[in-house]
């Protein structure tokens, strides 16, 4: 299974989210390939030093993540593609409508209720935010997992 994350300029969520599901995915012995991309991102970028602090609590390294620009990306090979929130999926249906049984909400996907389905992003907050961003994906991730 091929799963991309997406967010705005893939230095937070969908990294955080990227790695996340990679090491738990290993931990669980599941074959799951995993990518991130951002609307908005170009190529190169690094995490933000919140996102690097955070993931270092879950024993990822997030130093080495670098961002994929959604232009650059393997969309189209994907067999599901997780967005941070509905503004991004409705971004993602609207260039790639062929693509549109396979996108969803982070939290669609893990079966959140309808009325709460995006993750905020955490850009220029504090690591605690950070934190809670970070917990958030983690249940979801979780709830993917169950599912697999």
Known sequence: MKVMFICTGNICRSAMAHWMLKKKAIEQNKNIEVYSCGLEADD?????????????????????????????SNIEDMDVILCATRVHKG??????????????????????????????????????VYRRCAKEIEDCIDKYLEKM
């Open 44 to 72: 190169g970028w690094k995490s933000t030093n919140e996102a690097v602090e955070v993931m270092k609590e879950y024993g990822i390294d997030l130093t080495h993540h670098r961002s994929t620009s959604l232009k650059n």
């Open 91 to 128: 971004a993602i249906i609207y260039l790639y409508p062929e693509l549109e049984n396979k996108v969803y909400t982070m939290k669609e996907y893990a079966g959140y209720d309808a009325s709460n389905l995006d993750i905020s992003d955490p850009w220029g907050y504090g690591i605690d």
